[in-house]
């Protein structure tokens, strides 16, 4: 912009010390075209610049410029619940099962092979559901009251190992966006002992104590969006996986009592 500026300003010196403008009239015209269309070019071939440092570099400025204290523990926070999101989702995903086949295989075998058959069934088998199956037909030779409190109490157990580390990544989605608004504050605090020092108010004084303070705020905020997302995953993943485990153990206490007649 200031090239283009000093552009401007030559142009216009060069309009007003021409002495006899009716006589170079077109001459003045061709001149000031060609400097309006050097200015054009100036200005793409910085716009040019600009789009080239992409949205990862801009970031990392961005992030630079917030400073290395809150900024450094908001990043903390987002890698460690990305973490846990991650492994959450992968252990998630391995105990999902096809409860309607699993089902079909143990009703199958308790017709062809009775409880040992189809507790071979479900030790092949990984997931929840099959861990509760197994613990209900382990009890089924004692009485089906006795499967049906082993099959409530497993499930307690493994929802429990469902929900795991989860409370560790709802801290981080609570701490992240407060960790933002202290940074925030102590800039403002920050802007405001400068402007009492001096005794006037400045804007090119505060305007960077300020930026920092907006900075962290957006920050922990991107953190807290980005957790909030994984953990609204794992959440309905795991709401899955416990109704599946609630109908299969219903289901088996239904195969048991039929087996025993």
């Known amino acids: 912009m200031k090239r283009l500026f000093s552009i401007l300003a030559m142009a216009g010196l060069f309009v007003l010390n021409t002495n006899?403008?009716?006589?170079?009239?077109?001459?003045?015209?061709?001149n000031l075209s060609a400097t309006v269309a050097t200015a054009t070019i100036m200005l793409q071939e910085e716009a040019a610049d600009e789009s080239a440092k992409g949205f990862t570099?801009?970031?990392?400025?961005q992030f630079i410029q917030g400073g290395a204290g809150f900024m450094g523990i908001v990043?903390?926070?987002l890698?460690?619940?990305?973490?846990?999101?991650?492994?959450?989702?992968?252990?998630l995903n391995m105990a999902s099962t096809n409860t309607s086949k699993l089902k079909?295989?143990?009703?199958?075998?308790?017709?062809?092979?009775?409880?040992e058959a189809a507790k071979e069934v479900c030790r092949n088998t990984?997931?929840?559901?099959?861990?509760?199956?197994?613990?209900?037909?382990?009890?089924?030779?004692?009485?089906?009251?006795?499967?049906?409190?082993?099959?409530?109490?497993?499930?307690?157990?493994?929802?429990?190992?469902l929900e795991k580390n989860v409370s560790w990544l709802s801290l981080f989605i609570a701490i992240a966006p407060m960790l933002g608004f202290m940074g925030t504050v102590i800039g403002m605090i920050q802007a405001f002992q400068k402007i009492s020092a001096v005794g006037n108010l400045s804007a090119s004084l505060i305007a960077g104590d300020i930026q920092v303070a907006l900075l962290t705020t957006v920050f922990g905020l991107i953190t807290a969006i980005i957790l909030?997302?994984?953990?609204?995953?794992?959440?309905?993943?795991?709401?899955?996986?416990?109704?599946?485990?609630?109908?299969?153990?219903?289901?088996?206490?239904?195969?048991?009592?039929?087996?025993?007649?």
């Open 20 to 30: 006899t403008v009716s006589a170079k009239a077109s001459a003045i015209v061709s």
């Open 126 to 161: 990984k997931g929840p559901v099959a861990s509760i199956y197994y613990q209900g037909l382990d009890r089924a030779g004692e009485s089906i009251e006795s499967a049906e409190k082993a099959v409530v109490a497993y499930g307690g157990v493994q929802m429990g190992q």
């Open 228 to 261: 909030q997302i994984f953990y609204n995953y794992i959440i309905a993943k795991i709401d899955t996986i416990v109704n599946d485990m609630e109908d299969s153990s219903i289901t088996l206490i239904d195969m048991l009592v039929d087996h025993k007649k």
């Open 75 to 77: 990043l903390l926070c």
């Open 104 to 115: 079909q295989q143990v009703e199958d075998a308790l017709a062809s092979g009775g409880v």
């Open 79 to 91: 890698i460690l619940g990305l973490a846990v999101a991650i492994e959450r989702i992968i252990y």
């Open 57 to 61: 570099q801009v970031l990392k400025e």
